[in-house]
């Protein structure tokens, strides 16, 4: 079945069973009906540089690639769940994930300014959360969404907040050709500064795979 939101958003339901519902844990509230989300699938521009997001998954979100082509770049952002790029299927037309708007927010004294995104954002946790964010920060690339209360400007307020945002996604390998598309990222961390878990981390534990902030 298909089903198509007021916002455009299409969505494919599929009958499933319990194997695919991940037992880590759950989101606050109360159980869905539905057991899982196979994948998202996000239009790009046709010609847009679909290596280079793979590039930025991998090198920069240390998500891995599970396939690349031309058209067509799949992610893994967990045990069974994927994240796809894919070439706008009605050829040249005008994508855009963002809604970009100035909402007159001053930021602190020091602290560079940026413009709210009233776009979609995907939210992912990381397992190594210190890492990824030195790395997104060291390209130029965190960003603060001025709408939400929860602004991270650095490394501490990032770690201290257990999350922070980036916005352009860029091929690692050629920075100076800019965003390849733009779509907000909040970065979660699974764990506070003291290594207990945070407060809307899903699982039911920490993940083993998780580093410290500390270490």
Request: negative net charge.
């Amino acid at each position: 079945m298909e089903v198509i939101d007021p916002w455009g958003s299409r969505f494919v339901l599929v009958v499933g069973d319990t194997s695919e519902k991940d037992a880590r844990g759950l989101q606050d509230g109360g159980v869905s009906e539905g057991l899982a989300m196979r994948d998202l699938t996000i239009y790009v521009p046709c010609g847009a540089n679909i290596a280079g997001i793979a590039r930025f998954y991998d090198k920069v979100l240390a998500s891995p690639v599970l396939q690349c082509s031309n058209d067509l770049c799949q992610i893994s952002v967990g045990p069974k769940q994927t994240l796809t790029f894919q070439s706008h299927p009605e050829g040249k037309v005008s994508v855009s994930h963002a809604d970009i708007r100035d909402d007159g927010v001053v930021p602190p004294e020091g602290k560079p300014a940026f413009l709210s995104n009233y776009g979609p954002h995907v939210s992912m946790y990381t397992a190594d959360f210190k890492a990824t964010y030195e790395r997104v920060d060291s390209l130029g690339l965190a960003y603060v969404n001025p709408r939400f209360k929860r602004r991270a400007y650095s490394m501490e307020e990032a770690l201290d907040q257990c999350m922070f945002r980036c916005f352009d996604i860029v091929d690692p390998d050629d920075i100076e050709a800019g965003p390849i598309i733009k779509l907000e990222h909040e970065i979660r961390s699974c764990v506070k500064p003291n290594g207990s878990k945070y407060k809307s981390c899903p699982f039911d534990a920490i993940p083993e795979a998780v580093v410290l902030p500390s270490a």
